[in-house]
């Protein structure tokens, strides 16, 4: 890691540090590395109360907080970065608190070349020793929602460690031209300028972007007010973001779950074709279509001949891909307008759009007979037969002759289809009436 700071300067010893005596503000440099103060100026010394400046470098930290800590560390990262940090802190030289606004630069200090920063007390904020004013200081410094301030140009004011945290990658001092430090934190740097545009014409808003930051591209959402700098006055960009990337990730779960419910409930999970519960969601603009051009509609039951034999003597695997190579030669013989589903076991409902007259589906069911009468070859089969034979009975209801919905019309060609079984299999029948005969084959 040393090398990675080899561009700071290395202050070797006490004796470097003449000149910064004859300054009348506070400066002092803290050690990073054994976490406790190197050197201080007179100024320094007064502040803390002390008289020596080995009080000052032997003063017990032992107390402070792991969060303490961790704001330092970020508070050099960010210095090392950008040359330069002015950020408030509080600090408690008599026991009570007193927030400064502080500039840092990030040298490394002694032969061991310790990190460390020197801290100028740029000016005390006047925030009164009032409790709520002085625990909003702490609550931006250790709260996780990233805070940061910028000016109308892009460029940061004043940002807090979770935001230096999120975007310590970024090096704002190499930036192109048309690109400032408020954009490149986004994913795509022309819609962060386009953003900062309308949050200075609108006054502010809450919106929600891919983010470019350490941990990988993330949704954060932003809420951004315009508000003035305490001492200059000069308005400026205040943005708070909000990681709402599992936000996000539990959404689209929960709809990729309801996708894979509405896919459970729409479609036959062996053969892929749509299910019952989906033919009776869409039957009726079929129906509807059909009254409104005055044609007629097929209903057609199918129900497969022979397939309980393979299924009972060669398993339910030998037996889906049965059923799945019989989906495909069906889908195989249909219009795009018609539409398919299976409805459980061997059992498969076709509707065949816009026919003309009996004929018209009649010849659809001599061809799905035909089809089917082709052996089924199934390969890479070593246990069970490379060929399997399976036949269709199919019932067949016409709209509007036979009902008026898909359930009336389902029950009509499921009567017509048993006619079939008992005369035979392998064949097709149109409920017309009781007596009817079934054609010859």
């Known amino acids: 890691m040393k090398d990675a700071y080899a561009h700071l300067v290395h202050i070797q010893s006490h ?36 008289s020596q400046l080995d009080e000052l470098i032997n003063k017990d930290l032992s107390g402070d907080t792991q969060g303490a800590r961790e704001r330092t560390a970020q508070t050099f990262e960010l210095a090392a970065k950008n040359g330069l940090t002015i950020d408030p802190w509080t600090t408690y030289p008599d026991g009570k608190p007193k927030t400064l606004y502080m500039k840092h630069r990030a040298v490394l200090v002694g032969p061991e ?21 002085l625990l909003l200081v702490e609550a931006m410094r250790y709260t996780t929602v990233m805070v940061t301030s910028f000016s109308f140009e892009g460029d940061i004011v004043i940002e807090n460690p ?5 975007y310590k990658h970024i090096d704002t001092k190499q930036l192109p031209d048309n690109q400032s430090a408020f954009s490149a ?22 919106w929600t972007h891919l983010m470019r930051t350490s941990a990988g591209l993330r949704k954060h959402t932003l809420d951004i007010r315009i ?3 305490p001492l200059s006055g000069d308005f400026l960009i205040l943005l708070a973001e ?26 036959d999970a ?14 009726p603009s079929y129906l509807a279509r059909a009254e409104r051009r005055r044609q007629q509609l097929a209903v057609m039951f199918i129900d497969l001949d022979g397939f309980k034999t393979i299924n009972d003597s060669w398993g339910h695997d030998t037996g889906d891909r049965v059923l799945r190579e019989v989906a495909q030669r069906l889908s195989g013989l249909l219009r795009e307008a018609d539409q398919i589903a299976r409805i459980g076991g061997d059992e498969f409902i076709i509707l065949v759009d816009n026919i003309r007259d009996e004929n018209s589906v009649t010849i659809v069911a001599e061809k799905i007979i035909h089809r089917l009468e082709d052996k089924i070859i199934l390969k890479d089969s070593t246990v069970i037969p490379t060929q399997m034979s399976v036949s269709a009975s199919i019932g067949i209801a016409l709209f509007p002759d036979h009902g008026n919905t898909l359930e009336q019309l389902i029950k009509v060609a499921d009567n017509a289809m048993y006619r079939v079984k ?4 392998a064949n097709y029948s149109i409920e017309n009436s009781p007596g009817r005969d079934l054609p010859a084959r």
Do not use: C
């Open 422 to 425: 008992k005369h035979g299999k």
């Open 15 to 50: 004796d470097e540090l003449g000149l910064y005596e004859l300054i009348p503000d506070v400066v002092w440099i803290f050690d990073l590395d054994k976490h406790g103060w190197w050197w201080g100026n007179q100024p320094a010394l007064k502040f803390w109360g002390l």
């Open 113 to 133: 070349r310790h990190r460390a920063i020197i801290a100028y007390i740029n000016e005390e904020v006047n925030l009164g020793e009032t409790p709520e004013n």
């Open 227 to 229: 508000t003035r700098h």
């Open 162 to 166: 979770a935001a230096t945290e999120a």
């Open 270 to 283: 062996v053969t892929g074709l749509p299910s019952l519960n989906f033919l009776l969601q869409h039957a």
């Open 242 to 267: 909000y990681d709402v990337t599992p936000l996000y990730e539990a959404l689209d779960e929960a709809h990729q779950a309801q996708e894979e419910l509405r896919k459970m409930a729409h479609y």
């Open 185 to 206: 934190r986004f994913a795509v740097p022309a819609e962060g300028e386009s953003r900062l545009q309308q949050a200075i014409s609108d006054k502010g808003g809450r």
